[in-house]
């Protein structure tokens, strides 16, 4: 069974920090093998995309970030531990949102793209909220 599982979520005051986690199970490769994808949704808004990492077999990865939290996130992977991690510093009240971890598998493109039709496998969201 394939699992995708966002941890790390919480309350933070602005200009905190926070290092979200994505874990998967059950593909037939480990996660440097496919493409990770961060997205958020916030109440009332729709899911968008915030960061994204491409798959890093045979080559550097690449990264991919919204304009809104470029400078402030950071999304990185630890393949001895099949995690990709999503390090958010600086946060501010509009970053509270659900936030999703997506896999692609299917693709050898050079570069992760935030659109959400373009990810496969979804993870159920883990709350951030930024407040004092």
């Known amino acids: 069974q394939l699992q995708v599982v966002e941890s790390g979520g919480g309350l933070v005051q602005p200009g905190g920090s926070l290092r979200l986690s994505c874990a998967a199970s059950?593909?037939?490769?480990?996660?440097?093998?496919?493409?990770i994808g961060w997205f958020r949704q916030a109440p009332g808004q729709e899911r968008e995309g915030v960061s994204c990492?491409?798959?890093?077999?045979?080559?550097?990865?690449?990264?991919s970030y919204t304009d809104s939290v470029k400078g402030r996130f950071t999304v990185s992977r630890d393949n001895a531990k099949n995690t990709v991690y999503l390090e958010m510093n600086n946060l501010k009240s509009e970053d509270t949102a659900i936030y999703y971890c997506?896999?692609?598998?299917?693709?050898?493109?050079?570069?992760?793209?935030?659109?959400?039709?373009?990810?496969?496998?979804w993870g159920q969201g883990t709350q951030v909220t930024v407040s004092s």
């Open positions: 059950g593909f037939t490769f480990s996660l440097d093998y496919y493409y």
């Open positions: 997506a896999v692609r598998t299917r693709s050898t493109a050079r570069n992760c793209y935030l659109w959400m039709n373009w990810y496969d496998y």
């Open positions: 990492i491409s798959r890093s077999v045979g080559s550097d990865a690449s990264t």
